[in-house]
């Protein structure tokens, strides 16, 4: 066994078909403990029952069977089960023999008196080459699945033509598979594709393609127009082009604009925005406040930053429950934005707490905004959760102050507030 690492049989049922019964119980003896399942067969028929049943890993047949020599079964089996790998054993040493074998897709042929070594050794190369066959199967199906489940379009081929096209696309020209493409697009070209360059080129589809496919790296937008669609209503993409050299192919993408500038939009929002108030997050909060303390350090501006959280909210959450809690925050979002101005940078920190940065204003004037905000909040009903309170912190820029600096000072100015008694405004 040296060289010849079995590992991988033992995972994989065996087919032996042997007429012999002598030959099938030193087979068992030598075979011991070498694959997951070995089943024995004396004739092709028995044979092929088992492939109906059980689908083997690995065939073995001697040559000499009754009824149905071993090449006769393995061109049977190689019509049907074209990935099983089928190894002929036998005691004839004439050419024909190898020959027909070969003419039967044998995958190896081995004659008697068999070399036990030699024989493990090839089925390990068996083995291993069926699991690497099996592997790529399965990329290959997964690839596709994800491909065929993609908004995006994708086709690829070859010199010989269209090989592959996706579900999306197949879809969006009315194609019902790749062969109705390719005979379609030559004969009868009803598919316009419009090149938006500087000056836009209107082609059929076939021509467009086979003037683009060889152009690694090729990327433009392009109008798809397919019968019964207005001009106005056919979809734009990005057409990208990439050339596979090794096998002489190429793979067309083509991405939905709209859909990009979608979803660009939808991030964008979701980066900057708490998603439950609708103002700013603590994230787009921080890169603000370094900006305005960056243009306040440079030109020498003032600002302030106001922090305020909503007094014993979990009061608000224990006594109804979290979503007039929600409900709490919306609306106090809501109340608070009316009374600040545009120019105001107003983020949720973090849970019932708040932050509102107020470029061009001192100290002074963010206690007005700040007290204004309190007595707008105080008068204020919310709903199921009646009156509630807010106390705030003030922190004006001063020299030498860094944007956390500023954070920190207001934070401990608003931690007075709630020390002195809640719903009052304090300053650092």
């Known amino acids: 066994m040296a060289g010849a690492n079995t590992d991988i049989l033992k995972k994989m049922t065996l087919l032996y078909v042997e007429y012999d019964e002598d030959i099938v119980e030193a087979v068992k003896f ?122 995006e379009l994708y086709l690829a081929g070859d010199s010989s033509g269209i090989s592959y096209m996706n579900t999306a696309l197949l879809d969006l020209l009315g194609y019902s598979g790749v062969e109705e493409a390719n005979i379609r697009m030559s004969h009868a070209p009803e598919v316009k594709i419009a090149e938006n360059g500087k000056k836009e080129r209107i082609m059929t589809f076939g ?20 019968p019964g669609v207005l001009k106005s209503d056919a979809k734009t993409f990005i057409a990208g082009v990439i050339r596979i050299k090794d096998e002489d192919g190429y793979i067309v993408s083509f991405v939905d604009i709209s859909v990009i500038e979608r979803q660009k939009e939808y991030f964008h929002q979701f980066a900057m925005k708490d998603p439950l108030t609708e103002i700013y997050n603590k994230t787009k909060m921080h890169d603000e406040i370094t900006r305005e303390n960056d243009r306040s350090v440079r030109y020498g501006g003032q600002y302030s930053v106001i922090m305020f959280d909503i007094d014993v909210f979990r009061h608000v959450n224990d006594n109804f429950g979290r979503i007039v809690g929600d409900a709490v925050l919306k609306e106090l979002a809501a109340l608070v934005s009316k009374n600040i101005r545009t120019t105001d940078i107003f983020a949720r920190y973090g849970g019932e707490e708040f932050i509102i940065i107020t470029p061009e204003v001192d100290t002074e004037g963010a206690y007005k905004l700040a007290e204004k905000l309190r007595s707008a909040v105080e008068s204020h009903e919310f709903g199921h959760a009646g009156h509630i309170t807010c106390s705030f912190g003030i922190s004006g820029h001063r020299e030498g102050m860094s944007a956390d600096d500023m954070i920190r000072s207001a934070d401990e100015a608003l931690f007075r507030a709630k020390a002195e008694g809640r719903n009052r405004v304090k300053t650092s």
């Open 30 to 151: 030598s075979f011991d403990g070498l694959f997951d399942n070995i089943i024995f067969a004396s004739t092709a028929e028995n044979a092929l029952d088992v492939c109906g049943m059980v689908y083997p890993d690995i065939i073995i047949t001697d040559i000499c069977l009754p009824f149905m020599n071993g090449i006769e079964l393995t061109k049977i089996i190689k019509e049907k089960y074209p990935e099983t790998p089928v190894m002929i054993v036998t005691g004839y040493k004439e050419i024909n023999m190898l020959m027909d074998s070969i003419d039967a897709r044998v995958d190896s042929y081995m004659t008697k008196p068999v070399n036990l070594r030699l024989l493990k050794q090839n089925l390990c190369r068996m083995a291993e080459s069926l699991e690497d066959r099996r592997k790529l199967s399965r990329s290959s199906k997964l690839i596709e699945k994800v491909l065929n489940n993609s908004k």
């Open 207 to 226: 021509g467009w393609l086979t003037s683009v496919k060889d152009a690694d790296g090729y990327e433009s937008m392009v109008t798809i127009m397919c």
